[in-house]
């Protein structure tokens, strides 16, 4: 019986946010091990590794990691991102400037543009912060007014496919996802029809067994991300797991757990 291949999206998130995590996903492309890359534009790296990525465009989409809680924000030079705690409380609470998300959004928008040469093919968050109450509505409104006329994906978080209950999905439906993604359907914006790649990072995980356990149950439409990294630094608190990550995708495992189950790598499946 032939079984036919499943596309999924792997989307390496945070290229730009050190050398380490650049390099590792750099890597991956050129061997055409993911599909998706995320920007995070604000940092003093992207500029200098956006261009061995652009060499690499024909090869992967790349999209906007708008990020609020890393390093000094494009709209105001000498303010550095906020506590995530803190832009947790203040999203949910009404509490936080909205032109200022206005304005920061659209400045890392308009640095992508001027970087890459072109509108991102998606937009997602670091630490998921688009889907937060407010700032999700000024990117949904931006999205309309710059680009609709790109179809633009977003990326959901809702539903997340998972083997076993896991407190961080609940979590990401809670903080926004779930609303987020009845927006982007009332909407007709394109966006991923399921989720996954969700853990806690912990030091000793079975990074294998788990992406094993995500590809079993990953159905068309659906996206994987992932943070794949070449360093390990105190600087970063789950760049161990980076290490870890980048070294299962760079191997004949990976390659052979995608042929076991029917995977194939593919630009964002999108629903309407």
Same mark, same amino acid.
């Given at each position: 019986?032939?079984?036919?291949?499943?596309?999924?999206?792997?989307?390496?998130? *945070?290229?730009?946010?050190?050398? /380490?995590?650049? $390099?590792?996903?750099?890597?991956?492309?050129?061997?055409?091990?993911?599909?998706?890359?995320?920007?995070?534009?604000?940092?003093?790296?992207?500029?200098?590794?956006?261009?061995?990525?652009?060499?690499?465009?024909?090869?992967?989409?790349?999209? @906007?990691?708008?990020? @609020?809680?890393?390093?000094?924000?494009?709209?105001?030079? %000498?303010?550095?991102?906020?506590?995530?705690? %803190?832009?947790?409380?203040?999203?949910? @609470?009404?509490?936080?400037?909205?032109?200022?998300?206005?304005? %920061?959004?659209?400045?890392?928008? *308009?640095?992508?543009?001027?970087?890459?040469?072109?509108?991102?093919?998606?937009?997602? /968050?670091? $630490?998921?912060?688009?889907?937060?109450?407010?700032?999700? $509505?000024?990117?949904?409104?931006?999205? %309309?007014?710059?680009?609709?006329?790109?179809?633009?994906?977003?990326?959901?978080?809702?539903?997340?496919?998972?083997?076993?209950?896991?407190?961080?999905?609940?979590?990401?439906?809670?903080?926004?996802?779930?609303?987020?993604?009845? $927006?982007?359907?009332?909407?007709?914006?394109?966006?991923?029809?399921?989720?996954? /790649?969700?853990?806690?990072?912990?030091?000793?995980?079975?990074?294998?067994?788990?992406?094993?356990?995500?590809?079993?149950?990953?159905?068309?439409?659906?996206?994987?991300?992932?943070?794949?990294?070449?360093?390990?630094?105190?600087?970063?608190?789950?760049?161990?797991?980076?290490?870890?990550?980048?070294?299962?995708?760079?191997?004949?495992?990976?390659?052979? *757990?995608?042929?076991?189950?029917?995977?194939?790598?593919?630009?964002?499946?999108?629903?309407?």
């Amino acid at each position: 019986m032939i079984v036919k291949a499943k596309t999924i999206t792997l989307c390496a998130d *945070d290229f730009g946010m050190n050398p /380490g995590i650049s $390099q590792g996903i750099l890597k991956l492309v050129r061997l055409q091990r993911l599909s998706a890359v995320s920007c995070m534009v604000n940092t003093p790296d992207f500029k200098l590794y956006a261009k061995s990525l652009l060499t690499l465009k024909d090869q992967v989409q790349t999209g @906007l990691h708008f990020n @609020l809680t890393e390093d000094y924000l494009l709209s105001d030079l %000498e303010r550095y991102g906020f506590k995530l705690n %803190e832009l947790l409380l203040k999203t949910h @609470l009404g509490l936080i400037n909205r032109q200022f998300i206005i304005n %920061e959004f659209n400045a890392q928008l *308009d640095h992508f543009i001027q970087v890459m040469g072109t509108l991102p093919d998606f937009i997602d /968050g670091h $630490q998921h912060v688009h889907q937060f109450p407010t700032i999700r $509505q000024i990117i949904l409104r931006i999205y %309309e007014q710059r680009l609709r006329r790109n179809k633009t994906i977003i990326r959901s978080t809702y539903p997340v496919l998972i083997s076993s209950n896991s407190i961080k999905s609940r979590i990401l439906s809670f903080t926004g996802g779930k609303n987020l993604s009845i $927006q982007l359907k009332a909407l007709k914006i394109p966006h991923n029809r399921y989720f996954s /790649g969700v853990y806690n990072f912990a030091r000793g995980t079975d990074y294998r067994a788990l992406f094993r356990s995500w590809l079993a149950l990953a159905q068309h439409g659906t996206l994987i991300m992932c943070h794949p990294g070449e360093v390990v630094t105190n600087k970063d608190a789950i760049s161990h797991a980076r290490y870890v990550e980048l070294d299962y995708f760079l191997s004949d495992a990976f390659l052979a *757990d995608c042929q076991e189950y029917s995977v194939r790598l593919t630009a964002s499946p999108k629903a309407g």
